[in-house]
C-alpha cells in the first residue's frame, strides 16, 4: 500500500514539474527569433490534437505570410480548425520573399513541410520593389517547397500609399499568376480581385479593417476546402472557381 502511495506520489510530482507533458500539448518551434520586434508572432505552434470533423480531416496546413496574417492569426487559426485543418502559422509583419523561404527552410527542420502550404508573401516585396529579384524570389520559393507539395499563393491588394502603388500590385499578381502556371500543384488566391468586388475597407495603405481582415480569413480557408479538403453531406457542391473565376 506505501509503495503504491509512492508511485503515484511521483507521478503527480513529475507532471507538475513537466516530467510529463500532456498527450495534446502543443509544441513551439525553438528557433523562432523576433529580436524582441514588436511586428512578430509569436512562436509557431505545432499542436498534436488534429481536428477530424470538416474538410481538413485533421491534415496539417502551414500558414507563411506578413502583417496581414499575423492581424488574422487568431480568427484564422479559429476557423481552419472549425474546419478540420490542424496549422502552423509563421508570420511577422514587414517580410517578404526571402524571409519566407527562411522560415520554409526551419518548417522543414523543425517538424518537416505538411502536404499544404499557404504563401502570403507580396505586398512587403512591393513596397520595396525590385522586379528581377521579386521574379526570381517567386520562382525559389516555389522550387524550395518543391512539386510534392500543394501550394496556396494569396496575391496582393492594397491602396496607394506606403510605397505601394496599385502598377505594383497589378506588375506583381500577374507575374505570380504567370510563374504559378508552370507549377501543376500551385494555386493563386485571387484576393485583389474578391477584395476589389467586395469593397473591402482599409485601416491604412497596406492593411484591412476588421471586416476586410474576416473576408480574407474566409476566402483562404474556403479556398483551401475546395481545392483539397475532404467532400463532407454538408458542403455546397458549388467551386470557389465559380464564384470567383479569375480573368
Not at 527542420?109 to 502570403?120: F, M, N, S
Not at 494569396?154 to 502598377?167: E, H, M, P, Q, V
Request: charged fraction near 20%; glycine fraction near 8%; charge should be positive.
Amino acid at each position: 500500500m506505501r509503495f503504491r502511495f509512492l508511485v503515484v506520489f511521483a507521478l503527480i510530482a513529475a507532471l507538475f514539474s513537466g516530467g510529463i507533458q500532456s498527450a495534446s500539448a502543443a509544441e513551439r518551434d525553438p528557433s523562432w527569433r523576433t529580436g524582441g520586434d514588436s511586428r512578430a508572432c509569436s512562436a509557431p505552434i505545432w499542436s498534436d490534437k488534429d481536428p477530424r470533423n470538416g474538410p481538413g480531416a485533421g491534415r496539417r496546413v502551414l500558414i507563411v505570410g506578413d502583417s496581414n496574417t499575423r492581424n488574422t492569426r487568431q480568427m484564422l487559426t479559429k476557423s481552419l480548425r472549425a474546419s478540420g485543418w490542424n496549422p502552423t502559422i509563421r508570420c511577422f509583419g514587414g517580410k517578404r520573399i526571402d524571409w519566407g523561404m527562411a522560415q520554409v527552410k526551419d518548417q522543414r527542420q523543425w517538424k518537416g513541410l505538411p502536404d499544404t502550404i499557404v504563401i502570403a508573401l507580396g505586398t512587403n516585396d512591393m513596397r520595396w520593389i525590385n522586379r528581377s529579384i521579386t521574379q526570381q524570389r517567386i520562382k525559389q520559393m516555389l522550387e524550395l517547397i518543391g512539386p510534392q507539395k500543394n501550394v496556396v499563393w494569396i496575391n496582393t491588394y492594397g491602396l496607394n500609399g506606403d510605397r505601394f502603388s496599385k502598377a505594383k500590385q497589378s506588375w506583381f499578381n500577374k507575374t505570380l499568376d504567370s510563374i504559378a502556371a508552370k507549377y501543376p500543384r500551385v494555386q493563386v488566391l485571387p484576393w485583389a480581385k474578391i477584395a476589389k468586388s467586395s469593397g473591402v475597407k482599409f485601416s491604412g495603405p497596406l492593411h484591412y479593417a476588421h471586416s476586410g481582415n474576416k473576408l480574407r480569413t474566409a476566402e483562404t480557408v474556403r479556398f483551401l476546402n475546395d481545392l483539397y479538403g475532404q467532400p463532407v453531406q454538408t458542403r455546397s457542391s458549388s467551386s470557389i472557381f465559380e464564384q470567383h473565376a479569375e480573368s
